[in-house]
């Protein structure tokens, strides 16, 4: 870096960490529009200034009336007192030399012996917010000045970030110096035919499409690249208008759950847009063909009701249990590797093997909290970003069917009302209320004696979860299956002989048989690996007394417990701290049944940029992805899509209904 003699050496310094943290910056290691907090935790607490409102861009600015020793130039007074924007900084620091293999950032801290405030263990440590090893509590103190707390905190940003950055951050040409993940970032991809046998649907239909599909190898172990190594299944349908080719988007339709089929089918939801990207579908680690996870369950979800009584309180507890024990005794070494976290490092390596610098994402429900994260862990590697009914990212974990309640109540009233204008079709009721007390009554019953429907028996943990299956949209075909299933329950309560529909069938058949257990397993293992739940059965006990004079049906079902109460492995990572800018287009609709509408609004105020899509009172989970009729969702979107060019300000669209 040519530095003139005669600028103080204030300026050069101030100039050797700017070139520093945004050379991180450009690596990913480092996002721009983070709080500074992300990184110094509590060590701009003085003078009024605040780590959580400032943000390292604006730190840049306060500071960069210094980058006048970044040029060629022979007269240093003539960009003396010149200020540059990041982004300019940006192209300039590439320009110089970054640092190399043998570049001395451990010896710029004590050891890990010498400090004063012992480190967080490895399987705990939270790669974006952990407090970096340089700044110790008398550093803290020490911010006399705007100016001097100021860049001494840009300095810390730079040494924090190359001392504990995690390696999953790379380019998609990562160096020797990227914590050995770089074997992964470049390997070659074998692309083949998606089939695998002769009952596979899923591969014949990705085939009929034109997709190909591919193993992308990533560590288990992100901390130990050089260990075990697992598989993740991708799929991927190629841009048919090259000419015109936009790039590479990565999809997911929540659950979580496998999403390598999804190219064809959103390919159509994207209208013009479409053919310009190439498609690609992940399963995520533990589900579908990704290092699948099959704890041998005898369900595929363990999503229950806590029932009518204690006693189906104490059967739901022993339901739990008997999950988490399963997956103990069979995964139990996989277990602490699976999480959100992880998945979205697994995507960085598709990227990076994809040879893209930047990939455009598509994820509804539980994706948009991988999108999230995946944006805070690898920030300035995303495109265009649309997210479709979103999770409150503070809020995930295993109690995130816990705020949904109300949201329920009100979309079975909706439904019932729905009913109540086909009385002479399905039988239930004239009026609201008549068909609420018939779906009141056929729980009650199915608590005294479990109701014979075919060959199942469905008692009062299974119930409620039929009817909350079915609330998931309020088009006439999805309430037409839940009016079929209660016009069922209610021939069974009243002793006369049953048989389920074949949606219903389907529906139970995913509820008391295995065969699906490795969809149910994969799921908890994302979940429970994500965030540790409450370990003591009363406090559910507690909570669903709490909330059932309110929501009788689907309070016990919302509050119960689950296996993560007793998983066998606690989250080896915290929660990630999501936020930052990311000029994602966001969808929510205001009658949303599993991502609540307030969880959308929350994290459209997390992602600075973002713009929010409401769709005004439908009662529909993900609406853009389910193909849900609404002109003014869709064109929104899907021209997003086609332009990159975001709404000018948060828009609402009417329903068409």
């Known amino acids: 870096m040519p530095a003139n003699p005669r600028v103080r050496v204030g300026s050069i310094t101030k100039t050797f960490t700017a070139v520093t943290l945004l050379q991180l910056a450009a690596r990913g290691r480092v996002s721009l529009d983070a709080p500074v907090a992300r990184y110094l935790p509590g060590l701009i607490d003085a003078g009024g200034h605040d780590g959580r409102t400032i943000t390292v861009r604006s730190l840049l600015r306060h500071t960069s009336g210094l980058p006048d020793h970044m040029d060629s130039s022979q007269s240093s007074d003539e960009f003396r007192f010149r200020h540059f924007e990041p982004e300019e900084l940006v192209r300039r620091a590439l320009r110089l030399p970054g640092p190399g293999a043998g570049w001395p950032t451990a010896a710029a801290c004590p050891s890990p012996s010498t400090r004063t405030r012992p480190p967080r263990p490895p399987s705990t440590t939270n790669w974006t917010s952990s407090r970096p090893a340089c700044a110790t509590t008398a550093e803290r103190r020490n911010a006399m000045t705007t100016s001097r707390s100021l860049a001494t905190t840009a300095a810390g940003l730079a040494a924090a970030a190359a001392v504990a950055a995690p390696p999953a951050v ?5 160096g020797p110096s990227d914590g050995g993940l770089a074997r992964y970032y470049s390997q070659h991809l074998i692309w083949k035919a998606c089939t695998l ?5 899923v591969g014949r239909s990705l085939d009929e499409a034109g997709a190909r599909c591919a193993d992308v190898t990533v560590p288990l172990d992100y901390a130990r690249p050089d260990g075990r190594t697992i598989k993740i299944a991708i799929s991927r349908l190629a841009a048919s208008d090259k000419e015109h080719r936009i790039g590479t988007m990565v999809l ?18 994207m209208g013009k847009a479409g053919p310009r990207y190439d498609l690609v579908g992940l399963d995520p680690r533990s589900l579908g063909r990704s290092a699948t996870i099959d704890c041998g369950w005898p369900t595929a979800t363990w999503i229950r009701s806590a029932g009518e009584t204690r006693r189906s309180f104490e059967r739901s507890v022993g339901f739990a249990r008997d999950l988490a024990a399963r997956c103990a ?17 697994d995507i960085d ?3 990076g093997a994809l040879r893209e610098r930047k990939i455009s994402y598509n994820g509804a429900s539980y994706g948009t909290y991988l999108g999230a994260v995946y944006a805070t862990l690898f920030p300035g590697r995303l495109d265009r970003t649309v997210l479709d009914s979103s999770v409150d990212p503070r809020g995930w974990g295993p109690s995130l069917l816990a705020n949904t309640d109300d949201a329920n109540d009100r979309a079975l009233a909706d439904w019932a009302a729905w009913a109540a204008k086909r009385n002479g079709e399905y039988g239930l009721g ?3 209320g008549k068909v609420l007390a018939k779906v009141r009554g056929i729980v009650e019953a199915s608590a005294r004696k479990p109701l014979e429907v075919g060959r199942y028996r469905v008692d009062d943990s299974l119930v409620p979860v039929v009817i909350f299956d079915d609330l998931g949209t309020d088009e006439d075909s999805a309430r037409a299956v839940l009016a079929d299933s209660v016009r069922v329950f209610g021939e069974a309560a009243a002793g006369r002989p049953a048989n389920p529909t074949k949606d219903l069938d389907e529906e139970l058949g995913f509820l008391l048989n295995g065969d699906e257990s490795l969809y149910g397993s994969g799921q908890s293992a994302i979940i429970c690996g994500d965030a540790a739940a409450r370990r003591d059965p009363e406090s559910y006990w507690r909570a669903v007394q709490r909330h059932r004079g309110t929501s009788p049906v689907f309070g016990p079902l919302t509050q119960g417990v689950n ?3 007793f998983w066998p492995t606690a989250p080896r990572e915290p929660l990630t701290e999501v936020g930052g800018r990311l000029p994602a287009l966001m969808v929510a609709a205001t009658g949303d049944t599993r991502t609540i509408y307030p969880e959308s609004r929350a994290l459209h105020g997390l992602l600075p940029g973002s713009r929010l ?5 439908a009662d529909v989970h993900a609406p853009y992805q389910r193909g849900y009729k609404n002109d003014c969702v869709t064109g929104q979107v899907n021209d997003y899509l086609l332009t990159g060019r975001l709404p000018a300000r948060d828009l609402t669209c009417a329903p068409e209904q």
Request: proline letters at 14%.
């Open 252 to 269: 997911n339709g929540g659950g979580p759950g496998p999403a390598i089929d999804m190219p064809p089918y959103t390919r159509e939801l």
């Open 349 to 351: 390596v598709v990227r």
């Open 329 to 345: 005794r069979t995964n139990g070494t996989v277990l602490p590797y699976i999480s959100t976290r992880n998945i979205a490092r």
């Open 170 to 174: 790379a380019s998609a040409a990562p």
């Open 197 to 201: 046998g002769p009952d596979d649907e």
């Open 613 to 617: 899509i409401t769709l005004r009172g």
């Open 563 to 565: 296996p993560c109460a």
């Open 430 to 432: 004239d009026t609201r």
